[in-house]
């Protein structure tokens, strides 16, 4: 009998859980802005403009928070000026340093118009911010599609996978909201952002289909290679599978409202279970992907390290939207106390 040994060498990961922590950050941002732009130009009485507040004040967390996974996961945060001294219109990271900051003003600037109660800002902003919200989701998938070397990344669905999800997580954090957030109490405005839930769901299970037809049909590179490590590494096969339930889990529960509409405990756990779902894509999009030799064979092995590079990055990441959240709940705590001792003799 012959032994056959294979060595799998040591790579560090290009991408480090800063980048999944930003992409679903700055993700979940886009989705709100969509959010609050449809609430500012819906009919007052409608259950998208009641939900408004909810679509701020995530917004707010989201647009303030992405930046810093970013320049976290440069390493240097000096390197950011670099984008800028040395521009390179045909890279989407250097157009990126350009459009975030775009993004993140005029997501500023809504929130800002709506604390001062200016409708007429807010619809003139309101525009705009889509149209930015549009060129961070066309940068941020472009930025992983046009890498070549990778065909799980290289191909057209990994963008619309990404705002997909990305919207998802976004609907299932303002679910979230609703329990701390006044608008959040109004029954419309819950099961509003569950047909958002579950048309979001759906679409991405079409587009999963698609994908998969597609691949089968045409043979094409990311779909060989996804069925190679299914078949070839128990982890993946574990990965995928766990996918599917917690998809099936969550389109369960946005098929059937009368479950969690009025249970608080299923509604936290519909709306985390949602953002883990998006969470978990980019961390398998990430540092899944980047554990596959781009030659030869085997898998190379990350284990996150418990610095900022690994998990206290992504504890601090999330307990930084945790202590922004706050600040903003106790913000609008304040302004309705005051709102209401103006009012009211």
Known sequence: MQIIELLTPHYDSAWLPWAVQ????VGMSTGAA????WGIWSRPESPAAKALPLAIVLLLVTALTAPVSLLADLHQPA?????????????????????????????????????????????????????????????????IAVVRA???????????????????????????????????????????????????????????????ASGHVMQTPSFLQALELYVNYPIWRISIWLSVLLGAAVLALWL???????????????????????????WALFM??????????GLYVYSIPLGGDGLMGIIGVFGLCVAVLTVV??????KERAYKERVLP
């Open 150 to 212: 990778r065909p799980l990344w290289n191909n057209p669905w990994v963008p619309v996978n990404l705002t997909l999800t990305a919207w998802l997580a976004a609907a299932g954090a303002a679910l979230l909201l609703t329990q701390w957030v006044p608008a959040g109490r109004d029954i419309a405005v819950r099961a509003w952002l569950g047909k958002l839930g579950l048309f979001l769901s759906l679409a991405l299970l079409a587009v999963a289909s698609v994908w998969v």
């Open 329 to 334: 709940l106790w913000a609008l705590e304040y």
């Open 34 to 37: 969509v959010m609050a732009a």
């Open 256 to 282: 059937r409202p009368g479950w969690w509409l009025n249970s608080r405990p299923m509604m936290v756990a519909l709306g985390m279970a949602a953002c883990a779902a998006a969470w978990g894509f980019r």
């Open 288 to 297: 899944g992907v980047q554990g596959v030799p781009k030659y030869g064979a």
């Open 79 to 143: 390197r950011f000026w670099h984008f800028y001294a040395h521009l390179t219109p045909w890279s989407w990271m250097s157009m990126g340093a350009i459009l975030l900051p775009v993004f993140v003003m005029l997501s500023l600037s809504l929130c800002l118009a709506w604390w001062m109660g200016s409708r007429r800002w807010m619809r003139i902003l309101a525009i705009p911010l889509v149209i930015s919200a549009a060129t961070i989701i066309v940068y941020t998938g472009s930025e």
């Open 22 to 25: 930003y992409f679903f950050l």
